[in-house]
């Protein structure tokens, strides 16, 4: 009976439709830069109620992005395309690791190449659920490499098809614990100065 079960489920994913997912991945070459508002919840184990947060993602083409949370900020992240720097404002402490290092996915995830073509994506992620809620269409993926499976269990993707546009991503990690990122009126292709793609590392101390 169990066998049975998993074999329908099996045939119930072949034959989803991807058409959405397959639209919004087109689109992604055109985007160069992205800059928008968003808040995110977060789900631990250990806590019987989310946290809430606002906070702004910017990315430009090749590889940078900053990922800000809390105003004033609280935590930020920012990559120049090579190095990402995590900066603690509490702490005033910061750390550097790889842009493209698997630490770095669940903030460089959106900016990254696995979302440049149906290829890349194909190649990257595996579609292990799709359903849609009013309206929305919600994908489970599975990232094939394993680097970035030690770091990232499962992602969730939101797509509006209407908009052709991401609504919401949303990460499970390692911990267990659960980070939704609810997107808000995105801008597209509009100019990013550099200078917000290099954090101001003044007074804080790099570990």
Do not use: C, Y
Not at 19 to 29: E, G, I, M, S, T
Not at 43 to 60: I, Q
Not at 168 to 194: C, G, W, Y
């Amino acid at each position: 009976m169990r066998f049975l079960l998993l074999f329908s489920a099996a045939i119930g994913l072949a034959h989803a439709d991807t058409a959405v997912l397959d639209a919004w991945l087109k689109r992604q070459p055109s985007i160069n830069s992205l800059d928008t508002t968003f808040t995110q919840e977060r789900k631990l184990p250990a806590l019987k109620k989310p946290t809430s947060a606002k906070g702004r993602l910017s990315f430009a083409k090749p590889g940078k992005f900053r990922w800000q949370l809390g105003e004033p900020v609280e935590t930020l992240a920012v990559s120049d395309g090579t190095t990402l720097t995590l900066v603690e404002s509490a702490e005033k402490t910061a750390h550097q690791i790889a842009a493209d290092s698997p630490q770095a996915a669940r903030f460089s995830l959106l900016s990254g190449k696995a979302f440049e073509s149906p290829e890349a994506f194909q190649s990257a992620f595996e579609i292990i659920e799709q359903r849609v809620t009013d309206g929305i269409h919600q994908f489970t993926l599975k990232a094939k490499d394993r680097r970035m499976r030690s770091q990232v269990l499962w992602i969730f993707l939101d797509i509006d098809p209407v908009k052709n546009e991401l609504t919401a991503l949303e990460l499970e990690l390692q911990d267990k614990s659960r980070v939704r990122t609810i997107f808000h009126s995105p801008k597209i292709n509009t100019p990013l100065p550099d200078s917000l793609f290099k954090p101001d590392l003044t007074g804080i101390t790099i570990k």
